[in-house]
T-cell receptor, first 110, second 114 residues
Framework: RKEVEQDPGPFNVPEGATVAFNCTYS??????FFWYRQDCRKEPKLLMS???SGNEDGRFTAQLNRASQYISLLIRDSKLSDSATYLC???????????FGDGTTLTVKP | DGGITQSPKYLFRKEGQNVTLSCEQN?????MYWYRQDPGQGLRLIYY???????QKGDIAEGYSVSREKKESFPLTVTSAQKNPTAFYLC?????????????FGPGTRLTVL
């Protein structure tokens, strides 16, 4: 079993739709969590950090459930420009390294 | 402008040759990382360094080597021992244990071994 697992998709949604991605992790010692966005043939870019209390940034909401060991990303009112691959990242601060999920591909269509 | 630079963007080498990929950051970050990404897959950690003159193997270190002689530089050498070196190589940095774990990436180097 992979340390970080994501549904690879692809998710194909119309503009304006709400879409949710989930990510599960196996290492209970994980301490920091992030969502990154990666466009085709580009480097990943930080989208948002994820906190137990949940956090929101415009149309994006991230949530962490430590008891069940999963994190989620909700995108509301999808835009064409949201089309990308979304990577879930789990960090073990003590070990000083992060583990990336394989990513979930989103395509938003007109 | 602060950031991470990687050079070159595209690199072609013959099989059996060693090649060194450059990674420089001027963010004053303590930690630096090297990842490999194959088509349709996620990032896999090759090597990482939390501080100057110290580095650790990641999940797929075989066939690679690194050095961290300066805080701002973390070059990666792909040796002839790496059996399948063609891939997209990404370098990242983060403030480090005391400053946060968010990683910031360079634009990457696409290595093709012919």
């Amino acid at each position: 079993r992979k340390e970080v697992e994501q549904d690879p998709g692809p998710f194909n949604v119309p503009e304006g739709a709400t879409v949710a991605f989930n990510c599960t992790y196996s290492n209970s010692a994980s301490q920091s969590f992030f969502w990154y966005r990666q466009d085709c043939r580009k480097e990943p870019k930080l989208l948002m950090s994820v906190y137990s209390s949940g956090n929101e940034d415009g149309r994006f909401t991230a949530q962490l459930n430590r008891a069940s060991q999963y994190i989620s990303l909700l995108i509301r009112d999808s835009k064409l420009s949201d089309s990308a691959t979304y990577l879930c990242v789990v960090t073990n601060t003590n070990a000083g390294k992060s583990t990336f999920g394989d990513g979930t591909t989103l395509t938003v269509k007109p | 402008d602060g950031g991470i630079t990687q050079s070159p963007k595209y690199l072609f080498r013959k099989e059996g040759q060693n090649v060194t990929l450059s990674c420089e950051q001027n963010l004053n970050h303590d930690a630096m990382y090297w990842y490999r990404q194959d088509p349709g897959q996620g990032l896999r950690l090759i090597y990482y360094s939390q501080i100057v003159n110290d580095f650790q193997k990641g999940d797929i270190a075989e066939g690679y080597s690194v050095s961290r002689e300066k805080k701002e530089s973390f070059p990666l050498t792909v040796t002839s021992a790496q059996k399948n070196p063609t891939a997209f190589y990404l370098c990242a940095s983060s403030p480090g244990l005391a400053g946060g774990n968010e990683q910031f990436f360079g634009p990457g180097t696409r290595l093709t071994v012919l």
